[in-house]
């Protein structure tokens, strides 16, 4: 396993796909790199040479921070690759308040790195009735 630190040579694409193929939502390519390239922090996990999983964080590098688009192939979960990439990206953003939304059914993953439920949080999303069918609100 072979773990990167920035944005260089990434396939885009694959990003894009890899987001998709986990079920998460996926822009087009571009828009994916515009993203992670203006990202705090990003962390990209190869097998070989090939990109299994991903993730990033947003950061006003004082006290807020947030984590997104944190993905693993589904063949590749559960060897604690996501607790690698999480645990890379919090190492970026220390004395950082951490924020996130986790795709449902993906909760007890960040609870056992010490993530608790918000009983405030609130969010303003582009496609608000895609987000509440997919169970992100109510």
């Known amino acids: 396993m072979n773990i990167k630190r920035d944005c260089e040579g990434v396939d885009w694409e694959l990003v894009s796909g890899i987001l998709r193929t986990v079920g998460m939502a996926h822009h087009a390519p571009e828009v994916h790199q515009k993203a992670f390239e203006n990202s705090q922090a990003v962390v990209f996990i190869y097998e070989r040479d090939e990109l299994i ?6 950061s006003d590098r004082a006290y807020q921070a947030a984590l997104y688009d944190v993905a693993i192939l589904p063949e590749h979960q559960k060897k604690r690759l996501g607790t690698a990439i999480v645990n890379a990206l919090l190492s970026d953003l220390p004395k950082c308040n951490v924020m996130l ?3 449902p059914g993906k909760e007890d993953f ?6 608790r439920r918000m009983l405030t949080g609130m ?3 582009q496609n608000a009735a895609i987000m509440k069918a997919r169970g992100f609100t109510d």
């Open 101 to 103: 939304y986790a795709a």
């Open 123 to 125: 969010a303003l999303f």
């Open 53 to 58: 999983g991903f993730g990033r964080a947003i």
């Open 110 to 115: 960040y609870r056992k790195l010490g993530f």
